[in-house]
């Protein structure tokens, strides 16, 4: 009997969340210490499982199966591949990293953390589903506790925010659950698992039919242009913890979700729409970075940066050349890092100059030096800087893009320029120049807040400079998802 | 020791990591530590050229670094050929002097530690671009050069003007980077290898040609003209002034600018295999080699002036380079880098001593400042081109390269770009050291961590053209001796290029030193000239009218059309929704008989259906 | 010309209809409960025809009881008017309009 | 003969008195065709042999509901004064719907095979059956006429205080 990995990493945050929420009230620092535990936990198992990944065999291990509803054909049905693995190691990074970011929550601990760690558990589920009804009870999982988390912890206009993101999400998950069904339907209404639907020969014009409205569907969560603009609204509102989580995890989920779902299940509908889609793919990447240019709300920079970035992964995928779809999921997995440390970074500056307002800051080098070299770090993984996660990503999807849209990704380039300009233009506005009376008596961060950056830059610096240990991860799920594109072909 | 070259590299980044993780604690040893690990490389690259003269040939060496499904390979390698230990030697010595130097200039400075740590990572990544055997990491090893400029630039953050320069010396040289990559991506594409050595093959296999071979290796030269500062992407040199002098020392002449040229020299195969891609560097090298000479003539900022002149020098590198004459190019970097980091650093000791950069407010310091008026003028001497210093040699092989290319016009233009040369450093050099002392205050000479630099420089900026012909044929080794460059033993161009240089002086004694011709005169009488010299010929303004005008205003457009449209189209379709609930509720008006007979016409309705669907109930009617 | 049941419910259907337009239009909450009345006994009719005609005594069970219900109707509607009425000092249905949006 | 004469004579009766009743503006009088209609439903259901149930809709009819409508009709003194349109301005669509449902109805029925002779159905079965069958139903119907009195003693009545 092995052990259930896949199982204990996603119930653990549950677990914890339950535990959280029978805590005696009076005790406000308990539920930060038990999130830590489970985060930590989740996160030491995410790292078992990427290390026990028989990179040989490949394909998908730690099965799990057991019925749920037979007459339905939903199972418990969880493993995970290559990909998925780096995503789950990405989302325990991120839960710990957040957990700890959020240290100082002051306001109705135990129900922020409790939430959030529901949240990371509907997150660790959709990664590690092998069936899509689980896959889809994950994903709503994950949706639903950021309303909450928006609206009761959020700053300036949450309810409003929390309702526009909801919503969105929503009508993303409707089209998905349309596309799902439709699957399901089609493969002959036996059963969710994928491995079922994989094998089932679906015909052209449903795969064409449907393929476009998964790909909306996943593709509104992953911020694909024009269905982006929650993601604005919704980061410059989140508190940060949540702004971390949405950004780092939960677009990538739109991201995984494309791929596994839309171009593993439906590849000739993937075929025949990717060249349109990509167009859209250029729209984000250089239109998320000019918009991100004349932001002045230091969230919605990063957010429109977000925007551009997830332009660069939907990109690697509409190419459905292998080289570019190993970028892509590296590029999840490093702008999941990389702005999980942005989101984090805003939150700390945030809550010691009480400002988001670039133009209001100045000076803060001198005053907060980690916290400014920790900015850096993150503003030169965001413009791709070599010796950084981000540029690995970067350069393999426009490796991977050039050879099969030459032109487009030419332009795409471009984006990278302008993101160095936005980039530097707010690292200036913010930490350079003279110093700010206003400022002169915020500190520096603390230990707390110093390991969660300190770990979030370690894990960009360690994949930019090996990346292989991940691109290898990866690449054992997405060679042989190429090859049958080919055979489909 | 092949093998272990990569120690070279490996020390300084070491010594970065471990003064960058300690901190302010060990502030007063930074210097120390950091400059160890560089003197370590320094000899280590030492023992390389040996070992390179020993047994010539390229060498090279790899590991594995990433591969993914679809047939990529990208290896992580070390290309050890004469170039590259050359550059080995020059990047070690002129980082070790500077550093050494900085021992002293930046003594004072509270970031020291920082400032040892960004030094020693410039250090670093300018040698991991020389070892680099594929382009893969050449461009990322570009790229950390541009950041490390960055950092150094903008060291002294503060400053806004500081900030300003080191953003857009990254910005501006990104831009050329875009080129680059988009041309690593082509050839990426095209050839199918990225290795550099491959890569010269399959350009020899003819595989690359034409059009194609063209845009190549234009597109490569964007990247080096964003880093070698060639028009119009030079406009990010001049500012980075505003980093501490040492640093500008390092940039102008080992690290940041060098890179450009020996990327080109690097990737030399794929430039020559395109006619008009040579032609092209070459006119924009000579291009940018006059009209940065133009405006190092009228600048009044001691280091700006340097900063031009380094423009105008790297122009004439890339010129070279352009004819075909690859070790000319290498040389003339090679003698460049020691003489220009000599007059960086010698004008970094005139800055610590009067506290000013404007060339006005000294004067007369030769009496007090005896060493560094030497080095001056030997550096400015080997700047100038004077027979036996360095220049001369280096600059007369870059003039005979443009004459065997036949480019009668670009010997041209580098015979005036010298008189040019000679005229500006000399009335630098009076103004500076000559005359009567413009203020009160006295200047020191500085101490000796200072002093020692120069002098070892000097030495070499004065007798390094001695190794003119043995470099030559060393360096001919990478690449098995491009075949363009023939002997040339004429005596005709190296009698020119001196003529020029002795214009020069002339024209600037005349003027500053014996006053003979005033200089205010002169800026009268060709005011409009002297306008548009002094002010750049408008270069920067017209950047910041193509950023402000144009691309903020597209973002600002942008950002208000992704307000206003897309997230309006959202918000409207909210609004829609609203309204169609409003309008909907309205048929809830409260009075009953309306829900009565909305209820009725459903049962109707329905009945209506039931029949449809039923139409045996009502066949009677038939 | 004999009777048949198709008469009695054409019957008992006008009367029906005339009562759903009654409870349609009538303005006054009386008028509406008259006609409501009015609709009871329609369909009462129409029990006890389809009763008597088919022999089944339910139908007129079923009749007694809707003319049960109606009276009890009758009684709740017009305490509810006369309720309304105390309140509003109205029972123009027109009026009656609290229950909205 | 004397049947089918007095059925259509007071079929016709019935919905005169009933468009009538939907029609007057003065309550009263609308109150009073129910009376009429009544008496009218009862006399076709003579003519179908129910006795029984003929005495039971004037007993309530016309006793009970029709009182109870006076006693409404002169509490909201409604009597003086017919100045209210009797119907609303849905009168064109109440019309279309109304016809609309009826010839549905009746082309149902017409549809149906015609069904002759009345059956004897005694008041003796219809009885027993209320008894037996249909106790439940029966006893509901009465709770639910208990809660009416009681409802409505409680709404008429308002609060006191």
Same mark, same amino acid.
């Given at each position: 009997?092995?052990?259930?990995?896949?199982?204990?990493?996603?119930?653990?945050?549950?677990?914890?969340?339950?535990?959280?929420?029978?805590?005696?009230?009076?005790?406000?620092?308990?539920?930060?210490?038990?999130?830590?535990?489970?985060?930590?936990?989740?996160?030491?198992?995410?790292?078992?499982?990427?290390?026990?990944?028989?990179?040989?065999?490949?394909?998908?291990?730690?099965?799990?199966?057991?019925?749920?509803?037979?007459?339905?054909?939903?199972?418990?049905?969880?493993?995970?591949?290559?990909?998925?693995?780096?995503?789950?190691?990405?989302?325990?990074?991120?839960?710990?990293?957040?957990?700890?970011?959020?240290?100082?929550?002051?306001?109705?601990?135990?129900?922020?953390?409790?939430?959030?760690?529901?949240?990371?558990?509907?997150?660790?589920?959709?990664?590690?589903?092998?069936?899509?009804?689980?896959?889809?009870?994950?994903?709503?999982?994950?949706?639903?506790?950021?309303?909450?988390?928006?609206?009761?912890?959020?700053?300036?206009?949450?309810?409003?925010?929390?309702?526009?993101?909801?919503?969105?999400?929503?009508?993303?998950?409707?089209?998905?659950?349309?596309?799902?069904?439709?699957?399901?339907?089609?493969?002959?209404?036996?059963?969710?698992?994928?491995?079922?639907?994989?094998?089932?020969?679906?015909?052209?014009?449903?795969?064409?039919?449907?393929?476009?409205?998964?790909?909306?569907?996943?593709?509104?969560?992953?911020?694909?242009?024009?269905?982006? =603009?929650?993601?604005?609204?919704?980061?410059?509102?989140?508190?940060?913890?949540?702004?971390?989580?949405?950004?780092?995890?939960?677009?990538?989920?739109?991201?995984?979700?494309?791929?596994?779902?839309?171009?593993?299940?439906?590849?000739?509908?993937?075929? /025949?729409?990717?060249?349109?889609?990509?167009?859209?793919?250029?729209?984000?990447?250089?239109?998320?970075?000019?918009?991100?240019?004349?932001?002045?709300?230091?969230?919605?920079?990063?957010?429109?940066?977000?925007?551009?970035?997830?332009?660069?992964?939907?990109?690697?995928?509409?190419?459905?050349?292998?080289?570019?779809?190993?970028?892509?999921?590296?590029?999840?997995?490093?702008?999941?890092?990389?702005?999980?440390?942005?989101?984090?970074?805003?939150?700390?500056?945030?809550?010691?100059?009480? #400002?988001?307002?670039?133009?209001?800051?100045?000076?803060?080098?001198?005053?907060?030096?980690?916290?400014?070299?920790?900015?850096?770090?993150?503003?030169?993984?965001?413009?791709?800087?070599?010796?950084?996660?981000?540029?690995?990503?970067?350069?393999?999807?426009?490796?991977?893009?050039?050879?099969?849209?030459?032109?487009?990704?030419?332009?795409?380039?471009?984006?990278?320029?302008?993101?160095?300009?936005?980039?530097?233009?707010?690292?200036?506005?913010?930490?350079?120049?003279?110093?700010?009376?206003? $400022?002169?008596?915020?500190?520096?961060?603390?230990?707390?807040?110093?390991?969660?950056?300190?770990?979030?830059?370690?894990?960009?610096?360690?994949?930019?400079?090996?990346?292989?240990?991940?691109?290898?991860?990866?690449?054992?799920?997405?060679?042989?998802? =190429?090859?049958?594109?080919?055979?489909?072909? | 020791?092949?093998?272990?070259?990569?120690?070279?590299?490996?020390?300084?980044?070491?010594?970065?990591?471990?003064?960058?993780?300690?901190?302010?604690?060990?502030?007063?040893?930074?210097?120390?530590?950091?400059?160890?690990?560089?003197?370590?490389?320094?000899?280590?690259?030492?023992?390389?050229?040996?070992?390179?003269?020993?047994?010539?040939?390229?060498?090279?060496?790899?590991?594995?670094?990433?591969?993914?499904?679809?047939?990529?390979?990208?290896?992580?390698?070390?290309?050890?050929?004469?170039?590259?230990?050359?550059?080995?030697?020059?990047?070690?010595?002129?980082?070790?002097?500077?550093?050494?130097?900085?021992?002293?200039?930046?003594?004072?400075?509270?970031?020291?530690?920082?400032?040892?740590?960004?030094?020693?990572?410039?250090?670093?990544?300018?040698?991991?671009?020389?070892?680099?055997?594929?382009?893969?990491?050449?461009?990322?090893?570009?790229?950390?050069?541009?950041?490390?400029?960055?950092?150094?630039?903008?060291?002294?953050?503060?400053?806004?003007?500081?900030?300003?320069?080191?953003?857009?010396?990254?910005?501006? =040289?990104?831009?050329?980077?875009?080129?680059?990559?988009?041309?690593?991506? /082509?050839?990426?594409?095209?050839?199918?290898?990225?290795?550099?050595?491959?890569?010269?093959?399959?350009?020899?296999?003819?595989?690359?040609?034409?059009?194609?071979?063209?845009?190549?290796?234009?597109?490569?030269?964007?990247?080096?003209?964003?880093?070698?500062?060639?028009?119009?992407?030079?406009?990010?040199?001049?500012?980075?002034?505003?980093?501490?002098?040492?640093?500008?020392?390092?940039?102008?002449?080992?690290?940041?600018?060098?890179?450009?040229?020996?990327?080109?020299?690097?990737?030399?195969?794929?430039?020559?295999?395109?006619?008009?891609?040579?032609?092209?560097?070459?006119?924009?090298?000579?291009?940018?080699?006059?009209?940065?000479?133009?405006?190092?003539?009228?600048?009044?900022?001691?280091?700006?002036?340097?900063?031009?002149?380094?423009?105008?020098?790297?122009?004439?590198?890339?010129?070279?380079?352009?004819?075909?004459?690859?070790?000319?190019?290498?040389?003339?970097?090679?003698?460049?880098?020691?003489?220009?980091?000599?007059?960086?650093?010698?004008?970094?000791?005139?800055?610590?001593?009067?506290?000013?950069?404007?060339?006005?407010?000294?004067?007369?310091?030769?009496?007090?400042?005896?060493?560094? =008026?030497?080095?001056?003028?030997?550096?400015?001497?080997?700047?100038?081109?004077?027979?036996?210093?360095?220049?001369? $040699?280096?600059?007369?092989?870059?003039?005979?390269?443009?004459?065997?290319?036949?480019?009668?016009?670009?010997?041209?233009?580098?015979?005036?770009?010298?008189?040019?040369?000679?005229?500006?450093?000399?009335?630098?050099?009076?103004?500076?050291?000559?005359?009567?002392?413009?203020?009160?205050?006295?200047?020191?000479?500085?101490?000796?961590?200072?002093?020692?630099?120069?002098?070892?420089?000097?030495?070499?900026?004065?007798?390094?053209?001695?190794?003119?012909?043995?470099?030559?044929?060393?360096?001919?080794?990478?690449?098995?001796?491009?075949?363009?460059?023939?002997?040339?033993?004429?005596?005709?161009?190296?009698?020119?290029?001196?003529?020029?240089?002795?214009?020069?002086?002339?024209?600037?004694?005349?003027?500053?030193?014996?006053?003979?011709?005033?200089?205010?005169?002169?800026?009268?009488?060709?005011?409009?000239?002297?306008?548009?010299?002094?002010?750049?010929?408008?270069?920067?303004?017209?950047?910041?009218?193509?950023?402000?005008?144009?691309?903020?205003?597209?973002?600002?457009?942008?950002?208000?059309?992704?307000?206003?449209?897309?997230?309006?189209?959202?918000?409207?379709?909210?609004?829609?929704?609203?309204?169609?609930?409003?309008?909907?509720?309205?048929?809830?008006?409260?009075?009953?008989?309306?829900?009565?007979?909305?209820?009725?016409?459903?049962?109707?309705?329905?009945?209506?259906?039931?029949?449809?669907?039923?139409?045996?109930?009502?066949?009677?009617?038939? | 010309?004999?009777?048949?049941?198709?008469?009695?419910?054409?019957?008992?259907?006008?009367?029906?209809?005339?009562?759903?337009?009654?409870?349609?239009?009538?303005?006054?909450?009386?008028?509406?409960?008259?006609?409501?009345?009015?609709?009871?006994?329609?369909?009462?009719?129409? $029990? #006890?025809?389809?009763?008597?005609?088919?022999?089944?005594?339910?139908?007129?069970?079923?009749?007694?009881?809707?003319?049960?219900?109606? +009276?009890?109707?009758?009684?709740?509607?017009?305490?509810?008017?006369?309720?309304?009425?105390?309140?509003?000092?109205?029972?123009?249905?027109?009026?009656?309009?609290?229950?909205?949006? | 003969?004397?049947?089918?004469?007095?059925?259509?004579?007071?079929?016709?009766?019935?919905?005169?008195?009933?468009?009538?009743?939907?029609?007057?503006?003065?309550?009263?009088?609308?109150?009073?065709?129910? +009376?009429?209609?009544?008496?009218?439903?009862?006399?076709?259901?003579?003519?179908?042999?129910?006795?029984?149930?003929?005495? /039971?809709?004037?007993?309530?009819?016309?006793?009970?509901?029709?009182?109870?409508?006076?006693?409404?009709?002169?509490?909201?003194?409604?009597?003086?004064?017919?100045?209210?349109?009797?119907?609303?301005?849905?009168?064109?669509?109440?019309?279309?719907?109304?016809?609309?449902?009826?010839?549905?109805?009746?082309?149902?029925?017409?549809?149906?095979?015609?069904?002759?002779?009345?059956?004897?159905?005694?008041?003796?079965?219809?009885?027993?059956?209320?008894?037996?069958?249909?106790?439940?139903?029966?006893?509901?119907?009465?709770?639910?006429?208990?809660?009416?009195?009681?409802?409505?003693?409680?709404?008429?009545?308002?609060?006191?205080?």
């Amino acid at each position: 009997m092995s052990i259930p990995y896949l199982s204990i990493i996603s119930a653990t945050p549950l677990v914890a969340a339950i535990i959280i929420m029978l805590l005696p009230r009076e005790r406000v620092t308990w539920p930060r210490w038990v999130a830590l535990a489970g985060a930590a936990f989740s996160l030491i198992l995410s790292i078992t499982v990427v290390a026990a990944y028989k990179l040989a065999a490949g394909g998908y291990q730690f099965l799990e199966t057991h019925s749920l509803l037979p007459s339905l054909g939903i199972q418990y049905a969880l493993g995970a591949d290559g990909m998925a693995l780096a995503m789950v190691l990405l989302t325990g990074i991120i839960i710990f990293a957040g957990v700890l970011a959020s240290w100082d929550v002051k306001e109705r601990p135990q129900e922020f953390f409790a939430l959030l760690l529901i949240l990371v558990s509907g997150v660790f589920y959709v990664f590690a589903a092998r069936d899509l009804f689980l896959f889809f009870l994950g994903y709503e999982l994950a949706v639903l506790p950021m309303y909450l988390l928006i609206g009761i912890w959020g700053t300036g206009k949450r309810e409003y925010a929390a309702m526009k993101l909801t919503l969105y999400l929503m009508l993303g998950s409707a089209l998905m659950l349309v596309g799902i069904l439709a699957m399901y339907f089609a493969g002959g209404a036996q059963s969710f698992h994928l491995d079922h639907l994989r094998h089932v020969q679906y015909s052209r014009g449903f795969q064409i039919t449907f393929f476009p409205i998964l790909f909306l569907g996943f593709g509104t969560l992953a911020g694909f242009w024009p269905f982006h =603009t929650w993601s604005p609204d919704g980061h410059a509102s989140a508190p940060t913890a949540v702004s971390m989580l949405h950004a780092g995890v939960l677009m990538k989920l739109g991201a995984f979700g494309i791929i596994r779902i839309g171009v593993e299940m439906l590849p000739i509908g993937a075929q /025949v729409w990717v060249p349109y889609l990509a167009l859209f793919t250029l729209v984000n990447i250089v239109y998320g970075s000019l918009v991100a240019m004349a932001q002045t709300d230091l969230k919605y920079v990063i957010a429109y940066s977000s925007v551009s970035h997830m332009g660069i992964v939907l990109l690697g995928i509409c190419t459905l050349n292998p080289i570019a779809l190993n970028g892509a999921v590296m590029q999840m997995f490093s702008h999941g890092i990389m702005t999980g440390l942005f989101f984090a970074l805003v939150g700390m500056v945030y809550g010691r100059t009480h #400002t988001r307002v670039i133009p209001d800051m100045g000076g803060l080098a001198s005053r907060m030096p980690f916290l400014s070299m920790a900015f850096v770090v993150g503003g030169l993984v965001s413009l791709g800087l070599p010796g950084f996660s981000g540029f690995v990503a970067e350069l393999l999807v426009f490796l991977g893009a050039f050879r099969v849209y030459p032109l487009l990704s030419a332009v795409a380039v471009t984006g990278i320029l302008f993101t160095a300009i936005y980039v530097l233009r707010v690292v200036q506005k913010m930490f350079f120049g003279p110093d700010k009376p206003a $400022f002169d008596h915020v500190g520096d961060a603390n230990w707390v807040e110093k390991s969660c950056l300190a770990i979030l830059m370690l894990v960009l610096l360690g994949v930019g400079i090996y990346p292989s240990w991940l691109v290898n991860l990866i690449n054992s799920s997405i060679g042989p998802l =190429t090859q049958m594109l080919e055979v489909v072909r | 020791m092949l093998e272990h070259a990569w120690i070279i590299p490996a020390l300084p980044i070491a010594a970065a990591a471990l003064v960058g993780l300690l901190g302010r604690r060990i502030n007063r040893f930074a210097g120390w530590i950091t400059s160890a690990a560089i003197a370590g490389s320094l000899l280590l690259a030492l023992r390389l050229m040996w070992d390179v003269l020993a047994h010539p040939g390229v060498k090279e060496i790899t590991l594995p670094w990433l591969q993914t499904a679809g047939g990529l390979m990208i290896q992580m390698g070390m290309l050890i050929d004469p170039l590259s230990s050359v550059m080995l030697v020059i990047v070690t010595f002129v980082s070790l002097m500077v550093q050494v130097y900085s021992l002293g200039y930046m003594a004072e400075d509270e970031g020291i530690g920082r400032y040892f740590a960004f030094l020693s990572l410039f250090t670093f990544s300018m040698l991991g671009l020389v070892l680099s055997n594929n382009l893969i990491f050449l461009y990322m090893f570009w790229e950390l050069v541009g950041l490390s400029s960055y950092l150094l630039i903008g060291f002294w953050y503060k400053k806004p003007e500081a900030a300003n320069a080191a953003k857009k010396a990254f910005v501006v =040289t990104r831009f050329g980077d875009m080129g680059f990559l988009i041309g690593i991506l /082509v050839v990426g594409y095209f050839l199918n290898t990225f290795n550099i050595l491959a890569l010269g093959d399959a350009v020899k296999a003819g595989k690359l040609a034409g059009g194609l071979a063209t845009a190549v290796a234009l597109l490569l030269f964007c990247g080096a003209m964003g880093k070698s500062g060639q028009f119009p992407l030079h406009i990010w040199l001049p500012d980075a002034m505003e980093g501490p002098t040492p640093v500008s020392a390092l940039i102008h002449a080992a690290t940041m600018v060098a890179a450009g040229v020996f990327m080109v020299a690097r990737l030399f195969p794929l430039f020559a295999a395109s006619e008009t891609a040579m032609l092209t560097v070459s006119y924009i090298g000579g291009f940018t080699a006059i009209f940065a000479a133009t405006i190092a003539c009228v600048q009044d900022d001691i280091k700006r002036i340097l900063a031009y002149s380094t423009l105008s020098q790297l122009g004439y590198m890339v010129m070279a380079l352009g004819c075909g004459g690859y070790t000319a190019g290498m040389f003339h970097l090679t003698t460049h880098a020691a003489f220009k980091a000599l007059l960086f650093l010698a004008a970094g000791s005139v800055i610590h001593a009067v506290h000013t950069n404007d060339i006005w407010k000294m004067g007369g310091l030769c009496r007090s400042m005896g060493i560094t =008026t030497a080095v001056m003028l030997i550096a400015s001497l080997a700047l100038a081109g004077v027979f036996p210093f360095a220049g001369f $040699f280096s600059k007369d092989e870059v003039l005979v390269s443009t004459f065997l290319a036949g480019r009668m016009d670009l010997l041209f233009v580098g015979l005036l770009t010298a008189l040019l040369t000679s005229f500006y450093i000399f009335r630098m050099f009076f103004v500076v050291f000559a005359g009567k002392p413009a203020t009160d205050k006295h200047a020191h000479e500085a101490s000796w961590v200072m002093t020692i630099p120069m002098l070892l420089l000097s030495i070499l900026a004065a007798g390094l053209g001695a190794a003119t012909a043995p470099f030559g044929h060393f360096l001919q080794a990478s690449f098995g001796a491009p075949a363009m460059e023939t002997e040339y033993h004429g005596r005709l161009i190296p009698a020119l290029a001196t003529l020029m240089a002795v214009l020069g002086f002339a024209w600037a004694y005349l003027v500053y030193l014996q006053k003979a011709v005033s200089a205010s005169l002169l800026m009268r009488r060709f005011l409009p000239i002297y306008t548009l010299l002094k002010n750049k010929y408008y270069i920067d303004e017209m950047y910041q009218w193509a950023v402000q005008r144009i691309m903020f205003v597209v973002s600002r457009a942008l950002a208000w059309f992704d307000r206003n449209i897309v997230d309006g189209a959202v918000n409207g379709v909210a609004w829609l929704c609203r309204l169609t609930g409003d309008g909907l509720s309205r048929l809830q008006q409260g009075r009953l008989q309306t829900y009565l007979i909305m209820f009725v016409a459903g049962v109707v309705i329905i009945i209506m259906v039931v029949l449809a669907s039923n139409p045996t109930v009502l066949a009677w009617m038939k | 010309m004999t009777l048949t049941l198709t008469h009695y419910l054409l019957a008992s259907t006008v009367l029906f209809g005339v009562g759903i337009y009654g409870a349609f239009s009538r303005r006054n909450a009386i008028g509406l409960l008259l006609a409501i009345e009015l609709i009871m006994l329609a369909v009462a009719l129409n $029990f #006890t025809a389809a009763s008597n005609f088919l022999g089944t005594a339910g139908g007129q069970v079923f009749a007694v009881f809707v003319i049960t219900v109606a +009276a009890a109707e009758a009684a709740v509607g017009l305490a509810l008017i006369i309720a309304i009425y105390r309140n509003q000092k109205d029972v123009d249905l027109d009026k009656l309009t609290l229950l909205k949006w | 003969m004397m049947t089918t004469v007095s059925f259509y004579l007071l079929s016709a009766l019935a919905v005169v008195s009933a468009l009538f009743l939907v029609t007057t503006r003065n309550l009263l009088h609308a109150v009073l065709a129910l +009376a009429v209609a009544s008496l009218a439903v009862a006399g076709v259901m003579l003519t179908l042999n129910a006795e029984f149930l003929a005495l /039971v809709l004037i007993l309530v009819y016309v006793g009970a509901v029709v009182v109870l409508g006076v006693f409404a009709v002169m509490l909201t003194g409604h009597f003086k004064k017919p100045t209210l349109p009797s119907s609303n301005e849905l009168k064109i669509i109440a019309v279309v719907v109304s016809l609309a449902l009826v010839t549905l109805l009746g082309g149902v029925i017409l549809g149906q095979p015609a069904v002759t002779g009345l059956k004897e159905v005694s008041l003796d079965t219809v009885g027993k059956l209320l008894l037996t069958d249909y106790v439940l139903p029966f006893e509901l119907v009465s709770i639910v006429l208990l809660a009416a009195l009681v409802g409505s003693i409680v709404i008429a009545r308002g609060k006191e205080d």
